[in-house]
C-alpha cells in the first residue's frame, strides 16, 4: 500500500494581471457567476446552491471544460478574506471527487509593489485516491486562463 504522503500534493500558479486585486477577489466572492461572460471557453456557468454569494459555508456549482471534456464541481466556501483579498473552497462533488479525497482552491490577489496591476496566487491542495491518479497539472493552464479572461472582462468594465 502506498504512503499516505504520497498521496498528498500542493501546486501553486501566480498570474500576473492588470486589474486591481480587489476587483478580481470581488469577481470571485460576490460574483462568480459573471465568470462564464468572461471566460466562456472554460467556464459554462456557475449557479448559487445554497446560501449567499461571498458567504462562509455557501455552496456553488461550476460547470467548466477541463481538457476539451464538460466537467461538474460542487464546491463549499471555507473562507472570504476581503482584506486580504483571500477566497477559498472545497470541492465537496463533482468529477474532481472521483479522482481525489480532497481538492482545495485557494486564490488571493495581491497589489504589485510598482502599484500597477495585481499578482493573482492560486494554491491547490488535494488528496489523491490512489497513486494511480495524477497530479492536476492540467489545471495549472485552465487557471491561468481563466485568470487572463477574468482581467480582461474586469478592464473592459472600466
Same mark, same amino acid.
Given at each position: 500500500m502506498a504512503e499516505p504522503s504520497s498521496l498528498l500534493g500542493k501546486l501553486e500558479i501566480e498570474v500576473e494581471i492588470k486589474a486591481s486585486a480587489e476587483k478580481f477577489h470581488h469577481m470571485f466572492a460576490e460574483r462568480p457567476h459573471h465568470i462564464p461572460k468572461a471566460t466562456p471557453g472554460h467556464i459554462?456557468?456557475?449557479?448559487?446552491?445554497?446560501?449567499?454569494?461571498?458567504?462562509?459555508?455557501?455552496?456553488?456549482?461550476? $460547470?467548466?471544460?477541463?481538457?476539451? !471534456? =464538460?466537467?461538474?464541481?460542487?464546491?463549499?466556501? !471555507?473562507?472570504?478574506?476581503?482584506?486580504?483579498?483571500? #477566497?477559498?473552497?472545497?470541492?465537496?462533488?463533482?468529477?474532481?471527487?472521483? !479522482?481525489?479525497? $480532497? #481538492?482545495?482552491?485557494?486564490?488571493?490577489?495581491? =497589489?504589485?509593489?510598482?502599484?500597477?496591476?495585481?499578482?493573482?496566487?492560486?494554491?491547490?491542495e488535494y488528496e489523491k485516491i490512489s497513486e494511480e491518479v495524477a497530479h492536476p497539472e492540467t489545471l495549472v493552464q485552465l487557471l491561468t486562463e481563466m485568470s487572463q479572461g477574468i482581467d480582461e472582462h474586469l478592464l473592459t468594465e472600466e
Open positions: 459554462k456557468g456557475c449557479d448559487l446552491h445554497d446560501g449567499e454569494w461571498g458567504k462562509v459555508g455557501s455552496i456553488i456549482v461550476w $460547470n467548466y471544460v477541463h481538457d476539451g !471534456e =464538460p466537467k461538474v464541481a460542487k464546491d463549499i466556501i !471555507e473562507a472570504v478574506d476581503r482584506e486580504k483579498n483571500l #477566497f477559498k473552497m472545497r470541492v465537496i462533488e463533482g468529477d474532481l471527487v472521483k !479522482e481525489y479525497k $480532497n #481538492f482545495v482552491l485557494t486564490i488571493q490577489a495581491t =497589489p504589485k509593489h510598482d502599484g500597477s496591476g495585481s499578482i493573482v496566487h492560486w494554491l491547490i
